[in-house]
């Protein structure tokens, strides 16, 4: 299981100049990956793109940028973009985010999610691997369209999938799913059991399953879980993620959180390998003085 960080954990990675700060950091510890979602702040395909350009070998993703305020050829001229910027050391990883933000702040409609993404995947896939498009259906009409760039032959591709419905599309046309808020047992009960599933269906390969989850080493588990019930409480709010908690069986999305001494943290990060996550992506809080660097440092050491 490869290991990454997610820039922005903490809250205050709100500069490019800090993104690249962390990859540098990210990098030189012997992390794999480094992932930042695009939230209302710097857009994340930018600022990754920054960074991979200033750093040499670890890889950079989005987990995740939402599809509907952009559309799949702009999405896919930014990802070579971004591609060619790091070494090809970019992953595209979208999502389509919630209704309370599509719908309820940008005023789109969220009515057919599953349907949007397919049309979504049905033109950005092709764009990505540089072939040429030709695509009518009920949201997208696109035609006659090819986006090359020198020394970039395809982006990897990754959706964010909860559902069924999302994640046959995961297994079926991307190469894997990027996660948050999902624990072990669901984790491998549905998100790798369905999608690679549908994977092996349309004859591909095993997918990547991109696991997130809040991480704090520390000696004081009880009441740092405690502290994270505040920040973490949209999780239980949210359909989907409330979907996946109930699936594993917990009441609060801080109950999904890693925290503890070296020995717990260990024992849950076999748990998330066990489950058939492929890359760990850490979310290092720092919920008490001192946590978010020395629960880095700890990671790197694995």
């Given at each position: 299981?490869?290991?990454?960080?997610?820039?922005?954990?903490?809250?205050?990675?709100?500069?490019?100049?800090?993104?690249?700060?962390?990859?540098?950091?990210?990098?030189?510890?012997?992390?794999?990956?480094?992932?930042?979602?695009?939230?209302?702040?710097?857009?994340?395909?930018?600022?990754?793109?920054?960074?991979?350009?200033?750093?040499?070998?670890?890889?950079?993703?989005?987990?995740?940028?939402?599809?509907?305020p952009?559309?799949?050829?702009?999405?896919?001229?930014?990802?070579?973009?971004?591609?060619?910027?790091?070494?090809?050391?970019?992953?595209?990883?979208?999502?389509?985010?919630?209704?309370?933000?599509?719908?309820?702040?940008?005023?789109l409609?969220?009515?057919?999610?599953?349907?949007?993404?397919?049309?979504?995947?049905?033109?950005?896939?092709?764009?990505?691997?540089?072939?040429?498009?030709?695509?009518?259906g009920?949201?997208?009409?696109?035609?006659?369209?090819?986006?090359?760039?020198?020394?970039?032959?395809?982006?990897?591709?990754?959706?964010?999938?909860?559902?069924p419905?999302?994640?046959?599309?995961?297994?079926?046309?991307t190469?894997?799913?990027?996660?948050?808020?999902?624990?072990?047992?669901?984790?491998?009960?549905?998100?790798?059991?369905?999608?690679?599933?549908?994977?092996?269906?349309?004859?591909?390969?095993?997918?990547?399953?991109?696991?997130?989850?809040?991480?704090v080493?520390?000696?004081?588990?009880?009441?740092?879980?405690?502290?994270?019930?505040?920040?973490?409480?949209?999780?239980?709010?949210?359909?989907?993620?409330?979907?996946?908690?109930?699936?594993?069986?917990?009441?609060?999305?801080?109950?999904?959180?890693?925290?503890?001494?070296?020995?717990?943290?260990?024992?849950?990060?076999?748990?998330?390998?066990?489950?058939?996550?492929?890359?760990?992506?850490?979310?290092?809080?720092?919920?008490?003085?001192?946590?978010?660097?020395?629960?880095?440092?700890?990671?790197?050491?694995?």
């Amino acid at each position: 299981m490869r290991k990454g960080l997610m820039a922005g954990a903490d809250g205050a990675t709100v500069s490019v100049d800090q993104v690249v700060e962390v990859a540098r950091e990210a990098e030189t510890a012997g992390f794999d990956s480094l992932w930042m979602a695009n939230v209302f702040s710097l857009d994340a395909i930018m600022a990754l793109a920054t960074a991979g350009r200033e750093t040499a070998r670890i890889e950079v993703g989005t987990a995740v940028t939402p599809t509907y305020p952009r559309h799949p050829v702009a999405i896919a001229q930014q990802a070579k973009t971004a591609a060619n910027m790091t070494g090809n050391r970019f992953v595209l990883g979208i999502g389509l985010s919630h209704k309370m933000v599509i719908e309820d702040m940008f005023g789109l409609s969220f009515a057919k999610p599953a349907k949007h993404m397919r049309e979504y995947l049905e033109v950005l896939v092709p764009l990505l691997k540089g072939e040429v498009v030709d695509y009518d259906g009920e949201e997208y009409r696109v035609h006659a369209t090819q986006i090359s760039v020198d020394g970039v032959a395809d982006v990897p591709l990754v959706i964010a999938a909860l559902g069924p419905r999302m994640l046959q599309l995961a297994g079926e046309k991307t190469d894997g799913t990027s996660t948050w808020m999902v624990g072990p047992k669901t984790m491998e009960a549905h998100i790798a059991k369905t999608m690679n599933a549908a994977a092996e269906t349309a004859g591909r390969p095993t997918p990547r399953i991109i696991g997130g989850f809040p991480v704090v080493l520390t000696g004081n588990a009880d009441s740092v879980r405690e502290s994270l019930a505040e920040p973490l409480a949209i999780y239980g709010q949210l359909p989907s993620y409330r979907d996946m908690l109930d699936r594993e069986g917990v009441a609060h999305p801080q109950d999904l959180a890693l925290v503890g001494d070296e020995r717990a943290l260990r024992e849950s990060i076999a748990r998330i390998e066990a489950s058939g996550v492929t890359d760990f992506n850490a979310a290092c809080i720092d919920a008490e003085p001192g946590a978010r660097d020395r629960t880095v440092e700890f990671l790197a050491s694995l």
